[in-house]
């Protein structure tokens, strides 16, 4: 392609309102404009590397025995009523009527469709397992899109649903998408992980999320230097310490540590580690039973250096919040700041306590005298106050924690969510009653599994990961372009422009997707055009090169360009593009 | 792809609401299921069609020079506003408010979309010209959807739209269209004209429909046998005949024609063709001027065998309506169905007459005798009465009129309209201030073209052309798949398995595109299966073939099957495939 039949809408000035790099790059770059809030027009070089992304998700889907299908974007209300989640549902369902006053919606997803389509079209166990997939436009009415592509109002997105029998069927094809995003993120040559995902209140059932790592990220994940562990941070799970408890080597002693409250504070003004240090967190937890509801006060005890994990925490003692200062004094009978798990003198009765894992192998160790000014220090349990009772993993990992799996130290990082498995199970099947005959001739409940990838997403994820000051640095696979050819002054130099357009038709008979700039403009802009689209490899042709019957060659994230003779260019870059492919 | 992990979703009735045959077969061989009323789900055997109208529509736009965007289906009323159209648009816009209240719509076209982009993007004439294409999801809330996705309300469609300077580069690129548009056309394997187009009140604007020729088809073409003029009925001109008046040969007579008032009945009573009898049809024509309106009698004359085309008074006389018969009596003086030309002696003042091109060439005709009851014959022009003053094409076209471009004879058939380009002009540039910076550094409103495509309509044309009594018969550029396997219980033979394989993949390896169908069933629901689908080529391997060491092929629409050697199944397709593709 050639620049002028092929412009580029790039742009030099930061758009006001990109807060996100890739954002800020995706309009420069002249990959997207923005139409409304959330709503955005690709354009011609934006749109090529949507369309790879999309090819890529295509070919592996296929490869993965799914059926591509294509389902209205535009939703009859009446199966989302039969579902329930016409009212469950927020205001980013766009609902509208239509002109004879029918409920319809944009669909944000397609559970409701595919069920719909399935019960009619499956009747056997005989024709399951079957796995649906369709790439296609969503809406979802953010009540505030931002970061350009990465949370728009209407987007592409990549949708499979799989029906099974049994929970062994769904388990095979979630473990085979499992297998088949693996491929198609990598084969996207992006740092991605798959990290294993809170299922939210329907519990028990699987779930994954593909995060494609960017400092940007929304979501900190932890991963295995070792093996393939990820977990979100809130889920991942941090072990007992493998040390045993040392034994107690002085007095418990009260100190004065007046105005002392935080960790930090009590640290510096003792001189000890935080993790040295008793934490005391103290929470109210919602309780009910037939005929009323309260709430029970409780301490949660970690480690100095440890963060609590509020989630973990929800799922051992359910709904909980923070306790006041005042419900504190209350019923420790001391402020806040102060608190901790022993010589509690002024409380109303037994106080519940829940200690993380890495609490009973403390020693010697600080924690508040439950008197304001004062905490102890040198306590040592069982001698000091029995080891506590209740020990669960309520903190969160940290960077060099001991993977879960026992294999390798954790990392901590940043990712970007771009993909979703889950095992649905019967959510839909049951309400819509999306049956089949089984062995037995007996009808039974479809199990479903669905599967999800952000297609517009993943091109936004793609900048985030990679770029640099001077614009976008494309994985191989996504690059608008492979290879640019930048002709310097070429017009006016006849012999410089047969070079070029030998060279050019040479690239194109090759099978290389290669960006001709045959624009007359200054080598540097062009150079700063081509760097800012972030083309992988670029070739330099000009008159004094010729002189020596040479070109330049550099790929955007070399330092310098090299030179190569002008009959080697093409094989150089075969060589090249097939190594990485 | 083995039918046993590709399943045809084939049934055997004819749903009860499809009118047509491409809907009946579109439901029936499992290429499209309905969601809602004009809502349809592609299965994965009509997405295989899809993409390949798809893909071909984007090559060959490629080709052209046009450059491919996505524009989001949700539009912000604002736009609609700005170009007047929120107002003009009947129901069929779908509008509807977002979270914040904001107006917004599911478009049915892109004009606003993309003259939004254009007036920000394109700033000097030096970008121009530049035609943006999408193919992409629109939204028409027809009020009564109907023949599937023929009529659907939500479609794939390829829309287009060229940006201009100038009138000549507009023309260029149409030019450019409608060559690209038949290319395409040619390439889908479809029978097809380019049809002039009426451009309604618009007027002077170029535009043209491309119809797929069907007997089903709504709209009526006429166009020549010996070169591409078409145009639709009520557009085709009708010259004038080529023979010049035959002198007169008998005397005026007054003849009793009681109770005969038709041409038909004329016809046969006076023993006369249709053709030497003169047809007056009584209109009234709106009139205004500045302070009143007002009504206009006048008489429109045709040949007897002719037929009135409305379209075409139209556009010479303006709005008008057909006389009731109290204002013919009224103004002629004479009751309907014996009116006529001459002798009109109880008319009230002059009568206003306009003639076919055909009537003055008409020599000793019949007419109404202005009296009840009575007919005049072998009347003459300028003899009995001047020739018309007020001759205009005012007839449709007939089977075997000379072409109007001089080259021979029209037919007229009926076609389905799937694509349609269009010399916009400056509506959408004007209301919404789109301009370039010219030659000399000024403003200039830009012109326009666009150009469309009914994707999904395209494959229920090609169904509508393309059938017979057991199915589709697909050209095989758009077939879902070139070949079928069937191997006849093929479960109860190793020996057959083996064979079948062996062929499946040496298909494969030959890049053909084959289905095989290994399910356990009859072969004849196999083979009835199969040509519902419409596969063009057949390949059926037996015990009893292997025998003699044959497999049978049979072409979709052969009357028999062949034999061939089974090592010459591959070289025989391959050059078959060739021959056609």
């Not at 388990?171 to 992006?190: A, P």
């Not at 329907?202 to 070792?226: N, P, T």
């Not at 919602?286 to 250096?305: I, Q, S, V, Y």
């Amino acid at each position: 392609m050639r620049t002028s039949q092929f412009p580029l809408n790039t742009i030099k000035e930061t758009p006001a309102d990109a807060e996100v790099v890739s954002h800020k790059l995706m309009l420069r770059a002249g990959l997207i404009r923005k139409l409304a809030a959330g709503l955005y027009t690709w354009l011609p070089l934006g749109l090529r590397v949507l369309r790879k992304v999309e090819n890529i998700i295509r070919e592996e889907m296929d490869r993965s025995g799914a059926l591509e299908v294509l389902m209205p974007a535009v939703q009859p209300g009446e199966l989302w009523q039969e579902s329930g989640r016409w009212d469950m549902f927020g205001p980013e369902l766009c609902r509208f009527k239509d002109r004879h006053e029918r409920d319809f919606c944009l669909g944000p997803t397609h559970e409701e469709i595919i069920t719909d389509l399935v019960r009619s079209e499956i009747k056997s166990y005989k024709q399951l397992p079957v796995n649906y997939y369709q790439i296609q436009t969503k809406f979802r009415d953010e009540i505030r899109p931002r970061f350009g592509v990465m949370r728009a109002r209407e987007f592409l997105m990549k949708d499979a649903y799989s029906f099974h029998l049994n929970q062994e069927s769904l388990q095979e094809t979630y473990d085979r998408m499992y297998e088949t995003y693996s491929r198609i993120f990598k084969r996207l040559g992006l740092r991605f992980r798959a990290v294993l995902a809170d299922t939210g209140a329907i519990g028990g059932s699987m779930s994954h999320e593909f995060h494609v790592l960017a400092e940007s990220g929304e979501d900190a994940i932890a991963f295995s230097d070792q093996s393939d562990y990820a977990a979100n941070v809130e889920l991942a799970e941090a072990l007992a310490p493998a040390e045993a408890r040392q034994p107690a080597s002085r007095p418990m002693e009260k100190v004065a540590t007046p105005g002392k409250t935080s960790i930090a504070e009590v640290a510096e003004f003792l001189n000890v580690p935080p993790e040295k240090i008793l934490k005391a967190i103290a929470v109210m937890i919602a309780k009910r039973d037939l005929d009323r509801e309260w709430e029970e006060f409780c301490l949660l005890l970690l480690r100095g250096d440890h963060e609590l994990n509020e989630v973990k925490v929800g799922k051992i003692l359910g709904k909980f919040r923070f306790a006041t200062d005042d419900e504190i004094e209350q019923h420790m009978g001391c402020r806040a700041g102060y608190i901790g798990p022993i010589q509690i003198t002024g409380a109303k009765g037994v106080i519940n306590m829940v200690a993380d894992r890495a609490v009973p192998a403390m020693s010697d160790f600080v924690c508040g005298a439950n008197e304001k000014g004062f905490h102890l220090v040198g306590v040592n349990w069982d001698r000091d106050q029995p080891t506590p009772l209740h020990v669960h993993d309520i903190r969160k990992v940290q960077e060099g924690d001991p993977s879960p799996d026992g294999k390798g130290n954790l990392h901590i990082a940043r990712g970007i969510e771009v993909g979703h498995i889950f095992q649905l199970g019967t959510k839909y099947s049951e309400a819509m009653h999306a049956t089949v005959l089984n062995e037995e001739g007996k009808n039974q409940v479809l199990i479903m599994g669905c599967y999800g990838i952000g297609v517009s997403r993943v091109v936004a994820a793609a900048i985030e990961q990679n770029h640099d000051e001077r614009g976008i640095i494309w994985p191989e696979a996504l690059a608008p372009f492979q290879v640019a050819l930048t002709p310097i002054n070429m017009h006016t130099s006849e012999r410089l422009r047969e070079v070029a357009e030998h060279l050019y038709n040479a690239l194109l008979s090759e099978g290389i997707d290669v960006l001709f700039d045959d624009r007359k403009i200054r080598p540097g802009v062009m150079f700063a055009d081509l760097e800012l689209i972030g083309i992988p490899h670029r070739v330099v042709v000009s008159e004094r090169l010729l002189e020596s019957n040479q070109a330049e060659y550099k790929g955007r994230q070399d330092g310098e360009a090299i030179q190569i003779p002008l009959e080697e260019v093409v094989p150089f870059l075969r060589t090249r593009l097939n190594s990485i492919g």
